[in-house]
């Protein structure tokens, strides 16, 4: 039998770091498959720079990237530009991870072309529509249009079950995305060239923020937290990636520029952004992956959000949910940062999101799956 094409869409650096495990597994599989890259070209810069890291090409391009884009335009263009890449590669099945808008339309695309889809990262769920917006009702609408669903943890596999999917079509694969940490912790330093501002002895919080759904007054309150919080202990030191969203530079840059030992830096590529994983004390952040990716290195995390689809790590006590109050931000980082005790509970807790090997679990069963229709 010759190589099976299975086509890979992503769109977001999120999304290329966690399908990049998963196409270099397949192509450690050269005997079965064929994987092809179609990315979307959103954030092209970011995305180039983790096709580079870890070796990717892309074959096709959507070029759904406009300013000021809406949900809407992203999911006209790629319905509008997938299937021509779906009929000339004519592949065997289509994978697609995570939340994005692209994700649910893909699925949509490859579904109307009767391509079988792949669903990586499957099962996270908040059961609130707005919260994360447009992210829980993409993700629930890619289960309906899934064939196979490679969930990361059994707390997401059981959500796929009470979703009524058939329990031969889940498989429980640990993320990806602890692969490509690991894979990518090991060719990395200590973030020095990232931020060589930063003190040898000091203690670094790194914040990550840039959620829709907390843009105006919880934003405000979130950088009043962040500055409250370096003001009030002269041995730490702060680094945020801001990201390029007006939403977020207008608020960071007026409560948080020019704030002693406060690093303000442009959008980083992911080998930095594990490298300042791996020299911080702690983590603050409203998004998604790095929920899962500093309990691999043991940092503890807060999570600036009411509700998280990662409640593993909550559970486990690598992660806790404190909202975005701005007194309580402040004072369950002061916890961290003055009880031993407690940050050694979240810091040595146990890592939920897997062993490194999804890439090769999610091929295993991608290609069990493939066979039963073959059969």
């Not at 695309?109 to 829980?136: C, M, N, Q, W």
């Not at 640990?174 to 990518?184: E, F, K, S, Y």
């Amino acid at each position: 039998m010759s190589a099976r094409t299975i086509l890979c869409v992503f769109g977001t650096r999120p999304e290329a770091i966690k399908m990049a495990p998963v196409v270099r597994a397949l192509a450690a599989r050269a005997d079965a498959f064929r994987p092809i890259v179609c990315v979307t070209n959103q954030h092209q810069e970011m995305l180039d720079q983790v096709l580079d890291l870890f070796e990717l090409r892309a074959e096709h391009g959507l070029q759904v990237m406009t300013s000021g884009q809406t949900p809407n335009d992203v999911t006209v263009r790629v319905l509008e530009r997938l299937p021509p890449v779906l009929a000339s590669t004519r592949p065997a099945a289509v994978l697609v991870q995570g939340d994005t808008t692209t994700t649910f339309a893909a699925a949509l695309a490859s579904f109307y072309a009767r391509v079988p889809i792949g669903h990586v990262e499957a099962g996270l769920r908040t059961y609130r529509k707005d919260s994360p917006f447009p992210e829980e009702l993409n993700r629930q609408m890619t289960t309906v249009l899934a064939d196979w669903h490679f969930a990361p943890t059994a707390w997401a596999r059981d959500n796929l079950l009470r979703a009524g999917v058939a329990p031969a079509a889940v498989t429980v694969t640990g993320n990806p995305v602890t692969d490509a940490l690991r894979w990518i912790a090991d060719k990395v330093g200590d973030g020095a060239d990232v931020a060589p501002a930063l003190a040898p002895a000091s203690r670094v919080v790194l914040v990550t923020a840039h959620r829709r759904e907390n843009f105006g007054a919880p934003f405000v309150a979130m950088c009043e937290a962040i500055r409250a919080i370096v003001e009030r202990h002269p041995d730490v030191e702060l680094v945020y990636p801001v990201h390029l969203n007006p939403n977020v530079q207008a608020p960071v840059r007026r409560i948080l520029s020019g704030a002693p030992r406060v690093h303000l830096l442009a959008p980083v590529d992911y080998a930095s952004l594990v490298a300042l994983l791996k020299r911080c004390t702690l983590v603050l952040t409203d998004s998604g992956g790095i929920q899962e990716e500093a309990p691999s290195l043991g940092k503890p995390v807060l999570v600036m959000r009411d509700t998280t689809e990662r409640p593993e790590g909550v559970e486990a006590g690598t992660a806790k949910l404190v909202g975005t109050d701005r007194d309580r931000i402040i004072a369950e980082t002061d916890r961290l940062l003055t009880d031993p005790a407690a940050y050694a509970a979240m810091a040595h807790a146990h890592n939920p999101y897997g062993d490194g090997h999804a890439g090769e679990a999610i091929v295993a069963a991608l290609e069990a799956g493939l066979a039963e229709i073959e059969s």
